[in-house]
């Protein structure tokens, strides 16, 4: 009987085995990331707010400096220059979905400490009704490719919108896109003078979670004029590489933020031939000068808290000398509170989340008020 049953199993193991085995089924064609009759614009035919010097030649569209500047500043500050920091696209269109599609010029779309979303996101605000600005979406880049829909079911009517460009990538080519017969319209950058920031990573804008919450972007929102964001990693030092480069900006008012990445020799050593540079050029122009944000954990590194002290204490003898040889209109912003007094407003200690963001927005906002009053 085991004879048998050994026998049969033998016999449909041979006839399982005989037969063809199945055909795979076709992969199913990959939905369309946006519909193929999507009206697309092209950013760079109308322009976008945060890319200074005018029409002078660029190495890529997007980058924040002028093709010049590399050999000028460090080969660091020209790198990170590249990044599309601070920038900012405005349209108007009535089209209940907006689309975009844009090509990243870097593969790392996020840092450890920063998420894809502030790295390399396009984030989307939009005016309400009484004219404030409001935020409305972010992309969520998977690959240096990106195509997506960026907001779907929108109220009905014809609106302002603006979208901020990566903090920590640069960009090949912008798009946005509409449904057809949607009405669309590229707003050209606006001709106010703007803010200028010349500072560290933290104005470059880490660590935000999307590029719409570095304290730049809400101040431009805020006082609803241009921002230019001249924030480099690890590089904001008072160069005058980059001082000559700023003095062709017509600016609204400078501000010099860029303690973080200095010693206090090097501040006694830079602030004062930097101030004096740009106030040779721009006799009339604001220029605020900041302390360096503390770290939210010196209050148990006494280490830290030394140094910041020390680097306080430097700014603050650089203005006064200022002030003593005579240059005028010039303002100062102290750093002790810029991340608040809780410890909350930092990432990592050093770099700022979005409520630290928020709090030297508000640290910044008197200061400008005063400065920018007519």
């Known amino acids: 009987m085991k004879s048998a049953l ?6 449909t193991a041979t006839v399982f085995a005989q037969q063809p085995a199945p055909k795979p089924a076709p992969p199913k064609a990959a939905a369309p990331a946006t519909p193929a009759d999507t009206a697309w614009h092209d950013v760079t035919k109308w322009g976008v707010e945060g890319r200074a010097w005018g029409d002078q030649e660029r190495k890529r569209w997007f980058d924040r400096l ?20 601070g920038m900012m696209v405005r349209f108007k269109t009535d089209a209940p979905v907006i689309y975009t599609r844009y090509m990243l010029a870097k593969a790392q779309l996020a840092m450890p400490h920063m998420p894809a979303t502030g790295v390399s996101g396009i984030d989307l605000y939009a005016r309400n009704d009484k004219g404030q600005w409001r935020w409305v979406q972010v ?10 829909t960026l907001i779907s079911g929108l109220a009905p009517g014809l609106r302002e919108y603006a979208a901020y460009l990566p903090l920590y990538n640069g960009i090949e080519s912008l798009e946005i896109g509409v449904p057809p017969g949607a009405k669309f319209e590229g707003l050209a950058p606006r001709t106010e003078k703007p803010i200028v920031f010349y500072g560290t990573s933290i ?36 160069d005058t590489a980059v001082g000559e480069l700023l003095t062709e900006v017509d600016a609204a008012v400078y501000v010099i933020d860029c303690l973080p990445n200095m010693s206090p020799a090097d501040v006694t050593a830079k602030c004062v031939p930097l101030v004096k540079l740009l106030r040779a050029t721009r ?28 680097n306080h204490a430097a700014l603050r003898q650089a203005y006064e000398q200022l002030k003593q ?21 930092a990432t ?6 979005d409520l630290g963001f928020m709090r030297q927005a508000d640290a910044f906002e008197p200061v400008l008020r005063t400065v920018l009053r007519p």
């Open 203 to 238: 104005t470059h804008g880490a660590c935000a979670s999307r590029p719409g919450m570095v304290h730049t972007a809400i101040l431009g929102r805020r006082f609803d004029r241009p921002v230019l964001n001249i924030g480099f990693s690890g590089n904001g030092r008072m």
């Open 139 to 148: 992309t969520r880049p998977g690959a240096q490719k990106v195509e997506a």
């Open 66 to 85: 002028p093709a010049k500047a590399e050999g000028k500043v460090t080969p660091a500050v020209w790198s990170l220059s590249r990044d599309s920091a």
């Open 283 to 310: 006799p009339n122009t604001p220029i605020v000068l900041v302390e360096d944000r503390r770290f939210t954990n010196d209050w148990i590194t006494p280490a830290k808290s030394k140094f910041h002290d020390e």
């Open 6 to 11: 050994l026998l049969a199993l033998l016999c």
């Open 348 to 353: 990592d200690a050093s770099h700022a989340n």
């Open 325 to 345: 040889a005579g240059v005028g209109n010039l303002h100062y912003i102290g750093g002790d509170h810029l991340y608040g007094d809780d410890t909350e407003g």
